[in-house]
């Protein structure tokens, strides 16, 4: 069944780059689009970008100056590099399986990632 | 971008009862192909969300007929009938018509 899973450092230093992975089984990144997103504590949900089947991306422009996604499809990984942290950007941050038609189908279980010193 | 609105932000439900959830869109999502890109998904507390409804009204894989969802446009509601103890939890619209997608800020669904 379709599976994914985040992982990365749940504590990053202000001004530092977070790097976060997302690891899928059950479906071929080369013909599924997946998506980041995230969710401040108590707070909603924020697209973050998209890495689509085909290798392009999609940013959402409130921080695309800071982020970029990419993807190892022979490991099934996708990657978020963001950088230049700061303590808004403290939140749990999701990886989702995202299709034109039905939106984002699966999602992973998340991982929380704290800005601070 | 889209700016997706809800109502109410909580709501208080007896269990078997009937409620609904309305998401309220800042323009049409109605896309240039004729599709309406609007879901729900419900986040159960500690958990990441979860997809309950696509393209308005179509049930994702393994939802319950319990939950439907209806409305065009800009104007969409999302019944709940015969409420159980598993349906509590926040639940969010949100669009994939126009980039970015974007989400409702969200109804709290809690037991009275």
Known sequence: ?117 | DVVMTQTPVSLSVSLGGQVSISCRSSQSLVHNNGNTYLSWYLQKPGQSPQLLIYKVSNRFSGISDRFSGSGSGTDFTLKISRVEPDDLGVYYCGQGTQYPPTFGAGTKLELK
Do not use: H
């Not at chain 1, 069944?1 to 530092?16: A, I, N, R, Y």
């Not at chain 1, 479906?27 to 504590?41: A, D, G, K």
């Not at chain 1, 890495?51 to 695309?64: E, M, P, Q, V």
């Open chain 1, 1 to 117: 069944q379709v599976q994914l899973k985040e992982s990365g450092p749940g504590l990053v230093q202000p001004s530092q780059t977070l790097s976060l992975t997302c690891t899928v089984s059950g479906l071929s990144l080369t013909s599924n689009s997946v998506s980041w997103i995230r969710q401040p504590p108590g707070k909603g949900l924020e697209w973050m970008g998209v890495i689509w089947s085909n290798g392009g991306t999609d940013y959402n422009s409130a921080i695309k100056s800071r982020l970029s996604i990419s993807r190892d499809t022979s490991k099934s990984q996708v990657f978020l590099k963001m950088n230049s942290l700061q303590t808004e950007d403290t939140a749990m941050y999701f990886c989702a399986r995202i299709r034109i038609t039905t939106g984002f189908d699966y999602w992973g279980q998340g991982v929380m990632v704290t800005v601070s010193s």
